[in-house]
């Protein structure tokens, strides 16, 4: 069964600070992996995803993760972040059979 | 229409009636996909159509859960019966083809508000 867990409920940073998000995931086989974006008051948005490739994967917004497959994990980072990134963040993984496996998601609050 | 669109907005029932939540995904998608996000809680996959077969059925809760899709194009998912724990947001989205293609994603409606008194 695919599963994904998000560990962190809310990440606070600083204007200006990096930031990571935390996502592990257990799937069978090679897994595909997204970063979905809530903001306030709006639906959810595409920020990225993993297929195959390069491990490094970059996104909208200045946004990029790291598939890391030893540690089943697909962090999502970002050098400098901004207020307005402040919203609420989807880990997300399937094995192209169509499902789609949500995480529990994490709110990032930058302050000012 | 150039989104995903979901009606209604806001539905507000009373326990043990049945209610109808729709959607319309964005032309040409064939791929549908039906979630339930409660206060607190992530994103709980409830059913996924390709084209109006619904491979996965797996998420939905209970028995007086049902969906169809027609057409291939608009979905209507069901509750039977509702109970105050059905309060959620219910969210469609679509997708052109299967999200594990290359450069798929889904495409997220606004939601529907759900509250059961």
Request: with cysteine.
């Given at each position: 069964a695919?599963?994904?867990?998000?560990p962190?409920?809310?990440v606070?940073?600083?204007?200006?600070?990096?930031?990571?998000?935390?996502c592990?995931y257990?799937?069978?086989?090679n897994?595909?992996?997204?970063w979905y974006?809530?903001?306030?008051?709006?639906g959810?948005?595409f920020l990225l995803k993993?297929?195959t490739g390069?491990?490094?994967v970059?996104g909208s917004?200045?946004?990029?993760?790291?598939?890391?497959?030893s540690?089943?994990?697909?962090?999502?980072?970002?050098?400098s972040a901004l207020?307005?990134?402040s919203?609420?963040?989807?880990?997300?993984v399937?094995?192209?059979?169509?499902k789609?496996?949500?995480g529990?998601?994490?709110?990032?609050?930058?302050?000012? | 229409g150039?989104?995903?669109?979901?009606?209604?907005s806001n539905?507000v029932?009373e326990?043990?009636?049945d209610?109808e939540?729709?959607?319309?995904?964005i032309?040409g998608h064939?791929?549908l996909?039906?979630?339930?996000?409660?206060?607190?809680q992530g994103?709980?996959f409830?059913?996924?159509f390709?084209?109006?077969?619904?491979?996965?059925?797996?998420?939905?809760?209970?028995?007086?859960?049902?969906?169809?899709?027609?057409?291939?194009?608009?979905s209507?998912l069901?509750?039977q019966?509702t109970?105050?724990e059905?309060?959620?947001?219910?969210?469609?989205a679509?997708?052109?083809?299967?999200?594990g293609?290359?450069?798929?994603?889904l495409?997220f409606g606004?939601?529907?508000?759900?509250s059961?008194?």
């Amino acid at each position: 069964a695919q599963s994904v867990a998000q560990p962190e409920d809310q990440v606070n940073v600083a204007e200006g600070n990096p930031l990571t998000v935390k996502c592990t995931y257990s799937v069978s086989g090679n897994p595909y992996l997204f970063w979905y974006v809530q903001y306030p008051n709006r639906g959810l948005q595409f920020l990225l995803k993993y297929i195959t490739g390069d491990n490094l994967v970059k996104g909208s917004y200045g946004f990029e993760a790291e598939f890391n497959k030893s540690q089943t994990s697909f962090h999502l980072k970002k050098p400098s972040a901004l207020v307005s990134d402040s919203a609420l963040y989807f880990c997300a993984v399937s094995r192209n059979t169509g499902k789609l496996i949500f995480g529990q998601g994490t709110t990032l609050q930058v302050k000012p | 229409g150039a989104g995903v669109s979901q009606s209604p907005s806001n539905k507000v029932t009373e326990k043990g009636k049945d209610v109808e939540l729709r959607c319309d995904p964005i032309s040409g998608h064939t791929a549908l996909y039906w979630y339930r996000q409660s206060l607190g809680q992530g994103l709980e996959f409830l059913i996924y159509f390709q084209g109006n077969s619904a491979p996965d059925k797996s998420g939905l809760p209970s028995d007086r859960f049902s969906a169809e899709r027609t057409g291939g194009s608009v979905s209507t998912l069901t509750i039977q019966r509702t109970q105050q724990e059905d309060s959620a947001v219910y969210l469609c989205a679509s997708s052109l083809r299967n999200p594990g293609a290359t450069n798929e994603k889904l495409f997220f409606g606004s939601g529907t508000q759900l509250s059961v008194l």
